[in-house]
């Protein structure tokens, strides 16, 4: 077996090998060669998180496993097996698997449900999955500005230079929500929170939105509020039974009768063709993602075709 730890997989595979590899693994999913169950939390009483997501493609099997405790002690372990023999071929270890893979999944969104002429891109969150999500959509979409608004001034600021450099387009930091999707078409929600981080009634016509806050029935998200929901039409999820399991928002505003049923699809079916997406330039398209452990497989198994013979990673 073996052992890459410390080692971010952007060193390993480039954002378009992982954009394309999780397309292709949604696509297997919904053609029934692609298998995944919802996650599961383990909440131990000194609020410590057990987090397992499990999922299954193209020959290889394998979990993402998270441990965390109040974000001060965070772990992320992406393990591998062989469905031939049962052997765990490969374990990655804090190698920002389960961020790259989430960006991933964020640009097929945009580079379907986008307007084709989308450019100008608003991040709302200045943290690592803020990062990963913006260099996701510049290697689908030809941008041209970003704006970006967290709560902290200084984190802002830092995000916006970082990202103006490794992206190559202006990034400004924003005073306000408003600000920063003022002139934007496609916006990026990458926070944390457990209230709407915006004011749905703001969006503009032709938006495009990833939101990717999703928790479960003992830590509720909520980035959207029910404007959002209402207004967006159509919403792509990840998998509808990680929404209803988890009973994360978008399981929620059905229960609550703001949305159906009938308004939310998968994001496969649309990759597929049995949905349609945009259909208007002034729709306003949402894709509430949920990250599923078959992502980390499909990622953690690209790689390890890539190191198995390099030499780079550790032999067990």
Known sequence: ??????????????MAEMIEA?????????????????RRRIHHPNRMILGILPGSVHGAM???????????????????????????????????????????????????????????VAVLGSA????????AVAAVRKLTE????????????????????????????????????????????????????FDGSSLREGMHITSIANGDKTRTRQELDDTVLRRA????VTSKETVCVNESDIFR?????????????EISSLLLGTVAGRDDDRQITLFKLQGTGVMDV?????????????GLAQQL
């Open 253 to 265: 505003a059905v229960r609550d009768k703001v949305i159906a049923w009938d308004k939310v699809h």
């Open 22 to 38: 999780i397309e292709d693994t949604l696509k297997e999913i919904a053609v029934g060669r692609g298998f995944e169950l919802p």
């Open 128 to 135: 690592v999955h803020a990062e990963t999500q913006l260099k």
């Open 298 to 310: 499909a990622i953690g198994l690209k790689a390890y075709e890539r190191l198995k013979n390099s």
């Open 62 to 120: 394998g979990a993402y496993i998270q441990t965390d405790l109040d974000r001060r002690i965070h772990h992320e372990n992406v393990m591998i097996f062989s469905v031939e023999t049962g052997e765990p071929l490969i374990l990655f270890q804090d190698c920002s698997i389960n961020e790259y893979r989430t960006g991933a999944a964020g640009a097929i969104g945009a580079k379907y449900l986008a307007r084709a002429d989308a450019s100008r």
């Open 146 to 197: 970003a704006w970006v608004f967290s709560p902290t001034p200084e984190r802002r600021a830092a995000f916006a230079a970082k990202m103006g450099r490794e992206i190559a387009i202006p990034v400004h930091a924003a005073e306000s929500t408003e600000a920063a999707m003022a002139n934007a078409d496609i916006l990026i929600a990458a926070t944390n929170s457990r209230t709407p981080v």
């Open 1 to 14: 077996m073996l052992f890459l730890k410390n080692t971010p997989i952007n060193q390993i595979l480039s």
């Open 233 to 236: 039409k159509p919403i792509f």
